[in-house]
């Protein structure tokens, strides 16, 4: 089993910056990759980036030059740099990461934008 704790979220006005982590404990062994989601409300789930243990990324295109994902790979911990805030980007994030076929899911957090 995986663990995992966000911390970060909050509100902020638009145009502003807000840092999320996301630490991993448990059988933390080879999870590989690890990433964030988000759910706007009324809205499906969906990708906002992902990063693997190598430090290749992936971004939703509604988020690249804005949000930048890292890790410490000795840490077990994930972040996710959020600047340029937009009211569109109001949602719960969720830290995700993957261990062999199994997805892990942290509790989620709440970013709000004010516009």
């Known amino acids: 089993q995986v663990q995992l704790v966000e911390s970060g979220g909050g509100l902020v006005q638009a145009g502003g910056s807000l840092r999320l982590s996301c630490a991993a404990s448990?059988?933390?062994?080879?999870?590989?990759?690890m990433g964030w989601y988000r759910q706007p409300p009324g809205k499906q789930r969906e990708l906002v980036a992902v990063?693997?243990?190598?430090?290749?990324?992936n971004y939703a295109d509604s988020v690249k030059g804005r949000f930048t994902i890292s890790r410490d790979n000795a840490k077990n911990t994930v972040y996710l740099q959020m600047d340029s805030l937009k009211p569109e980007d109001i949602a719960v994030y969720y830290c995700?990461?993957?261990?062999?076929?199994?997805?892990?899911w942290g509790q989620g957090t709440q970013v709000t934008v004010s516009s």
């Open positions: 995700n990461v993957r261990k062999s076929w199994l997805n892990y």
């Open positions: 448990g059988s933390v062994g080879s999870i590989n990759p």
């Open positions: 990063i693997t243990s190598g430090g290749g990324t």
